[in-house]
Every structure is written in C-alpha cells, then in structure tokens.
C-alpha cells in the first residue's frame, strides 16, 4: 500500500498570503490528523477530520482551518501568514478516529518570509 | 504543566547499552499510548504502541505503562547507532485527542 503523501513537501510564502496544503492518506484510511512541528514547540495538534467532519481541534487561531473529501484526501489552510507559521506542517492518516495508531507523511516544510 | 512530558535529553549512551525514555501525562482519560521515532529531516514513525498496564516487548524495545502513576517508558535494548533519534511519547484521550510529548534525543555512541 501507498503511504501518507503530502503536497508540497517545501513552500516559500510571504507574511499575508495563504497557502492551502494537501493530504491523501493511506487508502481505506478514513481519519486525517494535521501536525505543526517546530523546534521550539515540537508537535502540535491542530485538528482531526474524519468521515468529512473535524472531530476534534488543538489550541491554533481560526487562520488555521481544514476539511476533508469524500476519498479522505484532506487540506489544510492557512491565511493571513505570519513568520511563526514556518514549519513543518505533518500529516496522519489512522484507519479509524480514536486510539488508532497513526501513520505520517513526509510532512510539508512551510517558510514565511 | 504540560499535557505530555517526557525527560529531558539529549540522552546518550554506548552501543550495546539499555537506553531508557519516560514520559508522564496528566490526562487520567487517556487510553491509548504510543513511541514514535524521528530521525532528523524525517517524519515520525510509529515503534510501539501499549494499551493496557504492563509491559510488552517487540524485539528489542519494551515499553512499560502504568496508568496509576500515569507513566509510560521506552526501554531499548542493545542500543545501536541507527537507534540514534528523537523519540516521541504520544497520549490519546477518549475523545481521541493526540497529545505529543517534546520528545527526547537520544545518541548512541559506538
């Protein structure tokens, strides 16, 4: 089976403009959970979508948002881009929502400048 | 205090040696309890998973939970250069919220 891919895996954006990342997670995965990770704050939750529904939400402004297709396949976007928006934004597909171990992308390293 | 903690590295220890990883959380909810591995540049990838008090085994990894204490560990066994990463403690809530320690790197010297 495929694994978790992310795109694009580098993107160089300017504080103001938004950006829109996509997940396409593991086939027959139906839960999709998106990462920030810096060095200073490691790995943040920011939601969980599963079934088309954001089931649960970390603690990130309403800039950050998300949804996801009826194939599973998730985006995530960012608006009005600060420079602490650089990171490494990752991507995680599990089977079911829940305790379901979770499977990463290679994740898409955002730089706002 | 953080929902997740694990102890502060970086860790390093001799090849052949048992490295050893904690981490405590605060959410007596939790159910489900992961060790993630991270090489640098490189996503997460799951080693161990634990569900219940105890201890299970996979090879050389063991990991430990103790709900009372709401402690988790990580023992590597025979520690090998490629063991050298950051590990990650990851927390599930019933509501399945996942809650990621800051992770702790650990170098083995050869």
């Known amino acids: 089976k495929a694994g978790v891919t992310q795109t694009p895996r580098y993107l160089i954006k300017t504080r103001g403009q938004q950006v829109t990342l996509s997940c396409s997670p593991i086939?027959?995965?139906?839960?999709v959970s998106w990462y920030q990770q810096t060095p200073g704050q490691g790995l943040q939750f920011l939601f969980e979508?599963?079934?088309?529904?954001?089931?649960n939400k970390g603690n990130f402004p309403g800039r950050f948002s998300g949804r996801q297709f009826s194939n599973s396949r998730s985006e995530m976007n960012v608006s009005t881009l600060e420079l602490g928006d650089s990171a490494l934004y990752l991507c995680?597909?599990?089977?079911?929502?829940?305790?379901?171990?979770?499977?990463f992308g290679p994740g898409t390293r955002l730089l706002v400048l | 205090q953080k929902e997740v903690e694990q102890n502060s590295g970086p860790l390093s220890v001799p090849e052949g040696a048992i490295a050893s990883l904690n981490c405590t959380y605060s959410?007596?909810?939790?159910?489900?309890f992961f060790w993630y591995r991270q090489y640098s540049g490189k996503s997460p990838e799951l080693i161990m998973s634990?569900?219940?008090?105890g201890d299970k085994e996979d090879g050389r990894f063991t990991a430990q939970l103790n709900k009372a204490s709401q402690y988790v560990s990580l023992l590597i066994r025979d520690s090998q250069p490629s063991d050298s990463a950051t590990y990650l403690c990851?927390?599930?809530?019933?509501?399945?919220?996942?809650?990621f320690g800051d992770g702790t790197t650990l170098t083995v010297k050869p």
């Open positions: 995680a597909s599990s089977l079911e929502t829940g305790s379901e171990t979770q499977y």
């Open positions: 086939s027959g995965h139906r839960s």
């Open positions: 979508y599963f079934s088309e529904t954001q089931r």
């Open positions: 959410d007596r909810g939790s159910q489900s």
């Open positions: 634990i569900y219940s008090n």
């Open positions: 990851a927390v599930n809530t019933n509501a399945g919220k996942s809650t």
